[in-house]
C-alpha cells in the first residue's frame, strides 16, 4: 500500500504539472482479491467433473468424424450447465459473466469443439438478453430453458468479418414485415439452430452513419427462405457446426426487431464485451489442458537416463507455460468481474481474448513440442489441441482488431 | 404402491476421506469404475507418501471427496425418496469442517438435510469404524431412522466394517454389498454380492444396507439444484452429544510402503524360462 500511495502521489503531481482535467486512472483501482464462493467452487467441480468424465473420452471420436456432439450437450443442458445467463424471470439462472467463465473453461478442458459449440449459443442470446424486450426474452430466451435448443449469431459475411459495417445483407420494410436477402458465413450452429440473431443493413444510404445503418433481428430457422449451406470442413473444433447461410426474400415480422430500426450495430458490438471473457476463459481451458497432458507426459517419458521433466529445456517450457495459463486466467478473470460489477470492461475483455487466444496457440505448439514425435500425431491428444487453438486468434475479434481496440481505450484514456 | 408402514428417514453415512491409492492404479481398488476411469486415473496423480513418523500417510493439502460408494448410497436413498417409498433422506459425516463440502454435494444430490458430526484433531486421526458406528447408531435413536445405507468400504483404509458394526449395535439386521434392493411393504428385498455369485435376502425394517458397486450410476449435482441446496440446513453436532466417546482402543505401531517393485530378469528361451523357475524353487 505504500508504494501504491507514491504512485498516487506521483501520479497526482504529474497531472498536476500538465494541463487538462484531472482523471483518475483506473489502475490504481485496487483489485481485492477473494476466494471462491462455495457456490461458485461447487460450479466449477461439477463442469470439471463432466468435463473430464464424459467430454475428455468422447472428444477424439467426434474430431475425427466431424459429428454434431448433441447427447453430449444434451447432458450439459439437463445438468444446467448451459444457458447460465438467461435470466431466472425467463427460465434460466441469471448467473453473472464471471461464474459462466468458470464453467466455460472447465468444458473448454474437455474439448474446445464442444464449448464452442454451447458458446454460440451465449453469443447467440446475448442479444437478446441485453436489447430484447420482455415479450421477445420470454419467447425466445424461454424456449431454450425448456428444451435443449440452440441459436446463432448470424454477423459475418463471405465478404465482411472484422468490417462489419461492411455487411451486405439488406433487409427492406414491407408493410409489417422486413424482407431480408444476403449471405452469412462461418456461423457456427448454422445448421442447428433453432433462431438466430441477425444483423442486416436497412439504411441502403452509404452516408448514413454505421450507428444508424443496421438493425438486429431474431430470426426463427424454419422461415422459408432460410438456407443453411454444408458443414464446413474446418481445421480444428471440427464437431462445431460451422455453416453458411443464404437468406432470399426471408420474411420477419416487426415484433422481432430488438429496440427499433437502426440500433443494430451497438447491440451486435456490446454482445462481445459480456462473451469475450467466457471465449478468453475457453482459451485458457485448451492451455490448461495442454500444461497437464505436457507435463503428465513429461514425468512417464524418459530420455537420457531421466524423465524429460527433469531436464531443463523441457521443464523452462512447461514453466513458460504455467505462466502463461496463470496470466490468462486472471485477465479472464478481471474482464468477467468488471461487466458484472456494472462497469464498461471493453479494454479489459479485448486483453484477455487477444492474451488467451495468443497463449493458448503457444502453449498447445510447445505441449506437442514435449510429446515430441508422439505429439505430432493423431493417437496423442496435443496434436488436435494445436488444430483447436487457432481459431481463437480468429474468431470473435481476430487478435488485431482486438490490438486495435486495446489502443484505442488506452489512448483514449490517455489522452484525458 | 399403498404401505401400511411408512419409511420415516434414510440417513445416508458419507465417508469423507481422500482417495488415496498408494501410487497404483486406482483399478485395483475400484476395479469396475468404467465410467468412471478417466477421473480415477486423473487422480492417481496424487502421490501417497507415509508420514516420516511412520504412523499414517500425509492427509495435508490432498483433495478429499466423497468415497464412491457412499455416492452409491446417497443415489439409493434418492432414488427411494423419487419413488415416494420415504419420506426424508438425510445425509450425514463425522469429521472437520471440509465435510460440510461433502453433505453438501449430497444435498445437491437431493438430501433433504445434513448432519455434521463434529470430529476434528486428533480424534479425526484415530477415528475409525468402530467410533462411527457408535455415532451412528446414536443418531439412528435420535433421529428414529428406519433405514441406514452406506457404502460398502471407504476406498482409503478399504475397512468393511461400518455398516455391519451399526447393524449389531442397533441389533438390526443387515444387507451388505447390496447390488440390487426393493422395498417390499415393511420388508427389504436385498441381492447381495457374495464370492459365489448372488444371494438374495429379506430383512425387516429397520435395517442397515451397504451398497456395492452396482446398485446405480449415481447423478451429477445439476447446477439448479447447487443453488437450491444452499437453503438446505447442515445441523451441528458433537459426539459427547450423542453420548459417544471417540477415544480410539487401537494403536498403529507403523505404517509402510509397499515394497519397491524389484527389477525383472530377461531370458531368451523357455527352457531358460523354466530352468529359472525351477531354481527359484517355483515349479
Known amino acids: 500500500t505504500n508504494l501504491l500511495s507514491q504512485h498516487r502521489i506521483q501520479h497526482i503531481l504529474d497531472m498536476m504539472l500538465t494541463t487538462g482535467k484531472f482523471d483518475y486512472h483506473p489502475?490504481?483501482?485496487?483489485?481485492?482479491?477473494?476466494?471462491?464462493?462455495?457456490?461458485?467452487?461447487?460450479?466449477?467441480?461439477?463442469?470439471?467433473?463432466?468435463?473430464?468424465?464424459?467430454?475428455?473420452?468422447?472428444?477424439?471420436?467426434?474430431?475425427?468424424?466431424?459429428e454434431y456432439p448433441f447427447p453430449l450437450i444434451k447432458r450439459a443442458w439437463e445438468l444446467g450447465l448451459i444457458n447460465g445467463h438467461i435470466p431466472e424471470d425467463c427460465?434460466?439462472?441469471?448467473?453473472?459473466?464471471?461464474?459462466?467463465?468458470?464453467?466455460?473453461?472447465?468444458?473448454?478442458?474437455?474439448?474446445?469443439?464442444?464449448?464452442?459449440?454451447?458458446?454460440?449459443?451465449?453469443?447467440?442470446?446475448?442479444?437478446?438478453?441485453?436489447?430484447?424486450?420482455?415479450?421477445?426474452?420470454?419467447?425466445?430466451?424461454?424456449?431454450?430453458?425448456?428444451?435443449?435448443?440452440?441459436?446463432?449469431?448470424?454477423?459475418?459475411?463471405?465478404?465482411?468479418?472484422?468490417?462489419?459495417?461492411?455487411i451486405k445483407t439488406r433487409a427492406v420494410k414491407k408493410g409489417d414485415e422486413y424482407v431480408v436477402n444476403g449471405q452469412k458465413m462461418w456461423i457456427t450452429n448454422g445448421g442447428k439452430a433453432n433462431w438466430y440473431f441477425l444483423l442486416a443493413r436497412t439504411d441502403p444510404d452509404p452516408k448514413c452513419p454505421t450507428s444508424r445503418a443496421f438493425t438486429g433481428f431474431i430470426v426463427e430457422a424454419d422461415t422459408p427462405g432460410v438456407q443453411p449451406g454444408r458443414k464446413e470442413l474446418n481445421m480444428g473444433q471440427r464437431c462445431s457446426d460451422t455453416r453458411g447461410i443464404?437468406?432470399?426474400?426471408?420474411?420477419?415480422?416487426?415484433?422481432?426487431?430488438?429496440?427499433?430500426?437502426?440500433?443494430?450495430?451497438?447491440?451486435?458490438?456490446?454482445?462481445?464485451?459480456k462473451t469475450r471473457p467466457p471465449v478468453a476463459a475457453g482459451a485458457t481451458g485448451l492451455a490448461q489442458r495442454a500444461l497437464e497432458e505436457a507435463t503428465k507426459y513429461a514425468l512417464e517419458r524418459k530420455t537420457f537416463g531421466k524423465f524429460i521433466a527433469e531436464h531443463q529445456a523441457v521443464s523452462f517450457l512447461l514453466a513458460e507455460m504455467a505462466m502463461k495459463v496463470?496470466?490468462?486466467?486472471?485477465?479472464?478473470?478481471?474482464?468477467?468481474?468488471?461487466?458484472?460489477?456494472?462497469?464498461?470492461?471493453?479494454?479489459?475483455?479485448?486483453?484477455?481474448?487477444?492474451?488467451?487466444?495468443?497463449?493458448?496457440?503457444?502453449?498447445?505448439?510447445?505441449?506437442?513440442?514435449v510429446f515430441g514425435g508422439n505429439g505430432f500425431n493423431s493417437e496423442y491428444p496435443v496434436e488436435k489441441?494445436?488444430?483447436?487453438?487457432?481459431?481463437?486468434?480468429?474468431?470473435?475479434?481476430?487478435?488485431?482488431?482486438?490490438?486495435?481496440?486495446?489502443?484505442?481505450?488506452?489512448?483514449?484514456?490517455?489522452?484525458? | 404402491m399403498h404401505r401400511s408402514s411408512e419409511v420415516k428417514h434414510v440417513a445416508s453415512y458419507l465417508n469423507t476421506r481422500g482417495c488415496e491409492c498408494f501410487g497404483q492404479p486406482c483399478e485395483s481398488h475400484c476395479p469396475v469404475l468404467t465410467d468412471r476411469t478417466i477421473h480415477v486415473q486423473l487422480k492417481t496423480f496424487i502421490k501417497i507418501r507415509v508420514k516420516p513418523d511412520r504412523t499414517g500417510v500425509v492427509t495435508d493439502g490432498v483433495k478429499h471427496?466423497?468415497?464412491?460408494?457412499?455416492?452409491?448410497?446417497?443415489?439409493?436413498?434418492?432414488?427411494?425418496?423419487?419413488?415416494?417409498?420415504?419420506?426424508?433422506?438425510?445425509?450425514?459425516?463425522?469429521?472437520?469442517?471440509?465435510?460440510?463440502?461433502?453433505?453438501?454435494?449430497?444435498?445437491?444430490?437431493?438430501?433433504?438435510?445434513?448432519?455434521?458430526?463434529?470430529?476434528?484433531?486428533?480424534?479425526?486421526e484415530t477415528l475409525g469404524p468402530l467410533q462411527v458406528s457408535k455415532i451412528f447408531a446414536?443418531?439412528?435413536?435420535?433421529?428414529?431412522?428406519?433405514?441406514?445405507?452406506?457404502?460398502?468400504?471407504?476406498?482409503?483404509?478399504?475397512?468393511?466394517?461400518?455398516g455391519q458394526m451399526i447393524a449389531a449395535l442397533l441389533d438390526w439386521p443387515q444387507g451388505t454389498f447390496a447390488s440390487e434392493m426393493t422395498l417390499e411393504a415393511d420388508k427389504m428385498k436385498v441381492v447381495r454380492e457374495v464370492d459365489g455369485?448372488?444371494?438374495?435376502?429379506?430383512?425387516?425394517?429397520?435395517?442397515?444396507?451397504?451398497?456395492?458397486?452396482?446398485?446405480?450410476?449415481?447423478?451429477?449435482?445439476?447446477?439448479?439444484?447447487?443453488?437450491?441446496?444452499?437453503?438446505?440446513?447442515?445441523?451441528n453436532v458433537k459426539p459427547a452429544d450423542l453420548g459417544v466417546d471417540v477415544c480410539s482402543r487401537l494403536e498403529v505401531l507403523k505404517v509402510d510402503e509397499p515394497p519397491q517393485r524389484q527389477a525383472g530378469v530377461k531370458v531368451e528361451t523357455v527352457d531358460d524360462l523354466v530352468g529359472k523357475l525351477k531354481e527359484a524353487g517355483r515349479v
Not at chain 1, 460489477?341 to 513440442?369: E, H, L, M, P, W
Not at chain 2, 460408494?69 to 419413488?83: D, P, Q, Y
Open chain 1, 27 to 66: 489502475n490504481t483501482l485496487f483489485l481485492n482479491l477473494t476466494e471462491l464462493t462455495d457456490q461458485q467452487k461447487e460450479f466449477q467441480e461439477l463442469a470439471r467433473k463432466f468435463a473430464r468424465e464424459e467430454i475428455v473420452p468422447a472428444a477424439p471420436s467426434y474430431d475425427r468424424s466431424g
Open chain 1, 91 to 166: 427460465g434460466g439462472m441469471g448467473l453473472g459473466i464471471f461464474d459462466s467463465c468458470l464453467i466455460t473453461e472447465q468444458l473448454a478442458f474437455g474439448c474446445t469443439g464442444v464449448q464452442t459449440a454451447i458458446e454460440a449459443n451465449s453469443l447467440g442470446q446475448m442479444p437478446v438478453i441485453i436489447a430484447g424486450n420482455d415479450a421477445q426474452k420470454k419467447k425466445y430466451l424461454g424456449r431454450m430453458a425448456e428444451e435443449p435448443l440452440m441459436c446463432a449469431y448470424c454477423v459475418t459475411e463471405p465478404g465482411a468479418g472484422s468490417d462489419v459495417a461492411g
Open chain 1, 246 to 273: 443464404t437468406f432470399e426474400d426471408v420474411r420477419i415480422p416487426k415484433e422481432n426487431v430488438l429496440i427499433g430500426e437502426g440500433a443494430g450495430f451497438k447491440i451486435a458490438m456490446g454482445a462481445f464485451d
Open chain 1, 326 to 369: 496463470e496470466l490468462a486466467r486472471m485477465a479472464y478473470q478481471r474482464a468477467a468481474w468488471e461487466v458484472d460489477q456494472g462497469r464498461r470492461n471493453t479494454y479489459y475483455a479485448s486483453i484477455a481474448k487477444a492474451f488467451a487466444g495468443d497463449i493458448a496457440n503457444q502453449c498447445a505448439a510447445d505441449a506437442v513440442q
Open chain 1, 385 to 416: 489441441l494445436m488444430r483447436d487453438a487457432k481459431i481463437y486468434q480468429i474468431y470473435e475479434g481476430t487478435a488485431q482488431i482486438q490490438r486495435l481496440i486495446i489502443s484505442r481505450e488506452h489512448l483514449g484514456k490517455f489522452k484525458q
Open chain 2, 65 to 124: 471427496s466423497m468415497n464412491p460408494f457412499c455416492e452409491i448410497a446417497v443415489e439409493e436413498a434418492i432414488k427411494l425418496k423419487e419413488k415416494k417409498l420415504v419420506k426424508e433422506v438425510v445425509a450425514v459425516s463425522c469429521g472437520p469442517q471440509q465435510v460440510q463440502e461433502t453433505i453438501r454435494t449430497a444435498l445437491a444430490m437431493g438430501a433433504d438435510r445434513g448432519i455434521h458430526v463434529e470430529v476434528s484433531g486428533k480424534d479425526y
Open chain 2, 138 to 162: 446414536a443418531l439412528a435413536k435420535k433421529e428414529q431412522a428406519d433405514l441406514i445405507i452406506l457404502g460398502k468400504q471407504a476406498i482409503d483404509d478399504d475397512c468393511n466394517q461400518t
Open chain 2, 197 to 235: 455369485g448372488l444371494e438374495t435376502i429379506k430383512i425387516k425394517l429397520p435395517a442397515v444396507v451397504t451398497a456395492d458397486l452396482r446398485l446405480n450410476t449415481p447423478r451429477y449435482a445439476t447446477l439448479p439444484n447447487i443453488m437450491k441446496a444452499k437453503k438446505k440446513k447442515i445441523a
